[in-house]
């Protein structure tokens, strides 16, 4: 940032300081772990949605550890592809258009 932009008199914020982003960014990785573990500890005493299963056995990869979080982030990414496929197809545009597309 240069000091041109700045405002002379603008108060410091807390995530101003890199060394308070770094604590922020440790303790979100460290919230992260607590889940997985969580995860881990709780999936391996019973299955996360046996209530709502007709029959009381396990089948399937539902009650495998951290599969939600798993699936739930290869849904994403497969949607995040899909969409970059749609917006342009071997460079030709499929579903975008050109910026003056309503003025020609």
């Given amino acids: ?52 299963s007709n029959d009381s056995g396990l089948h399937g990869v539902e009650p495998l550890p951290a599969f939600y979080g798993i699936f739930g982030f290869l849904s994403c990414l497969g949607i995040v592809y899909a969409s970059k496929l749609m917006r342009s197809w071997k460079g030709k545009n499929v579903l975008m258009r050109d910026e003056d597309y309503w003025d020609k």
């Fill in 1 to 52: 940032m240069n000091k041109k932009n700045k405002k002379p008199n603008a108060a410091k914020r807390w995530l101003d300081k890199p060394q308070n982003i770094r604590l922020f960014i440790r303790g979100f990785y460290c919230l992260c772990a607590v889940i997985m573990l969580a995860d881990f500890v709780f999936s391996i005493g019973w299955h996360k949605h046996a209530a709502f």
